[in-house]
Structure formats: structure tokens, C-alpha cells
């Protein structure tokens, strides 16, 4: 079972979200779907159809929709009720929402949609467990969450590592974008430190994200009614290090206009195979 999160937790993990659009236009990564998953999509999927497939801290990112398109079953995460709810209407989907125990003493408010394979989870990510999600994922798609949990601390992002191994099949996938914007950065080097001995971390890309930088401010947000404390997605924290063995720092375009590297990266089990060969030399 995850760990337990007080209420003055939940209070801090909602803090994270509260750095939105300054102006009514939205930057263009929360309309597109990520271009490097795009290209990269045999790299998650191994080239497997029929998936279930986690989103962590999905916010309302359209690449839930794009990859249930692909013929996928997606699960997804969120704590505000705003971002998912901005998701099913950015997307044209209906959806029935039903509550669920997950916890002692916590609840999940669950959103299905109709007409496709989504559903997403509105709690706190320590709350979500092996048992909650119905079973192991075929694969993980992480969009930034890792910096966002770090920023709660070095404790916080090893827990949430475990939790999200313990989520994925000894064949899954699970692919990692990293932001390198802010003070919470995840280098490769931490990465691999985090996932252990037991598993691989392989590099597969890196792009460019421009934006300006009064796209974003930070403001008190109003308390939405069922609203669970978590960690935001979109607020891209992270620190100027090297990543890998190449040392890369923000570029400057003009007075307002900055560009950051999203680094990729696939991390598999070493020994994920190792279950199926024991079950075949017992019978």
C-alpha cells in the first residue's frame, strides 16, 4: 500500500500547482501531442497493440487521447478536477465520474470516458497502488512528473521511483521526459540511481521547447469541491545540470522568449524475463 499523505501534505503537493497561463492563449505543449512520443511510439509500446498504458500527473495533456487512438487502454492520474475536466472537453469526450475507496480513509473520484479506452484517477499519487490500478501496466508514459516530485524532496522522488516500478510489467517500458527548466532538473545520472541495479536506462532524444516567459506566473489558485492535494503537472521545475555527459543550459531568443531541453529516456527491467523462464522450468 502507498504511503499515507496528511492533510498538511496534500495542502504543500497543491502548491505545485500554482503556476498557470498568465494570459488566456495556452503555450503550444498543452495543445500538441508530445513529438518525440510521436516518433517514438515503437520505443514505449516495444510494438505491441492492446496496451494498458499509465499517465502520472497527466494534467490534461492530449497524448492520452492520441495514444487510446493508437488502440490503447489509458489510465491516468490527476489531483485537480480542473485539469481533468479540461482534458474531456479539449478532447470532445463525454464521461461519467464514480467514487472510489483507495486508502484507509481515501477516496478517488474515478472519469470514464465514453467512446474511448481513458479513465483517470483524480488523487494523490501516493495513494494510487498495485491493488487501486487492477493489475501491473504494460507501459508508463512519465511527461515530467519526476522534476515535480522532486521538488518535494530526495525521499519523495525515490518513493515515487519505486512506486512506479512496482506498477510496471518485468517487460513493460516506461519512458521518461525530463524538463531542464528550474531548480528540481533529474539527471541521468540521479535517474539511474533511482531505478537501480535491477534496470536500464537508455537515452533516445532530446528537443527543444519554446516558450515566453510570461506564459506562466505563479498565483493562488481557488479550491475546486473534491479536489485532492497532489503535485501539478505543468509546473516544470528543474535545475541547470549536465545531463549525461554533456553539460546543456537554457537558450535565450530574444527579451521574452526562452527555449529548454526536453531530455527522453526508456527505462526497462534487466531481468524481465527471468519470471517466465522460472515458470517454464517448475511445470
Not at 21 to 32: A, Q
Not at 250 to 271: Q, S
Request: glycine share 10%; proline share 3%.
Amino acid at each position: 500500500m502507498a504511503p499515507k499523505v496528511s492533510k498538511k501534505r496534500g495542502k504543500t503537493q497543491a502548491s505545485a500547482r500554482q503556476k498557470s497561463m498568465k494570459n488566456t492563449e495556452e503555450p503550444e505543449y498543452l495543445k500538441k501531442v508530445d513529438p518525440i512520443l510521436m516518433k517514438n511510439i515503437k520505443e514505449l509500446t516495444g510494438g505491441r497493440s492492446n496496451l494498458r498504458i499509465f499517465v502520472p500527473l497527466c494534467g490534461k495533456t492530449p497524448d492520452m487521447r492520441w495514444l487510446a487512438e493508437q488502440g490503447h487502454a489509458i489510465i491516468g492520474l490527476e489531483a485537480s478536477p480542473r485539469y481533468i475536466k479540461a482534458f474531456f472537453r479539449d478532447s470532445e469526450l463525454e464521461y461519467t465520474v464514480n467514487s472510489r475507496q483507495i486508502a484507509d480513509g481515501k477516496k478517488a473520484n474515478v472519469y470514464e470516458a465514453k467512446g474511448k479506452d481513458i479513465t483517470l484517477f483524480q488523487c494523490d499519487i501516493f495513494d494510487f497502488s498495485l491493488e487501486v490500478a487492477g493489475g501491473q501496466f504494460d507501459a508508463i508514459w512519465d511527461q515530467s512528473a519526476m522534476p515535480v516530485i522532486n521538488a518535494m524532496g530526495a525521499k519523495r522522488l525515490k518513493e515515487y521511483t519505486s512506486l512506479m516500478q512496482s506498477l510496471l510489467k518485468p517487460d513493460g517500458r516506461h519512458m521518461v521526459e525530463i524538463c531542464k527548466h528550474g531548480s528540481n532538473f533529474v539527471t541521468a545520472k540521479m535517474l539511474k540511481s533511482l531505478v537501480g541495479d535491477k534496470s536500464d536506462v537508455r537515452y533516445i532524444g532530446t528537443r527543444m521547447w519554446k516558450y515566453e516567459e510570461d506564459e506562466f506566473e505563479e498565483h493562488e489558485e481557488e479550491g475546486e469541491e473534491g479536489e485532492h492535494g497532489d503535485h501539478g503537472h505543468g509546473d516544470h521545475g528543474h535545475e541547470d545540470h549536465g545531463h549525461g555527459d554533456h553539460e546543456h543550459g537554457d537558450h535565450e531568443h530574444g527579451d521574452d522568449e526562452e527555449e529548454v531541453e526536453m531530455f527522453y529516456h526508456i527505462i526497462t527491467f534487466k531481468d524481465k524475463g527471468a519470471a517466465a523462464v522460472t515458470r517454464k522450468r517448475k511445470k
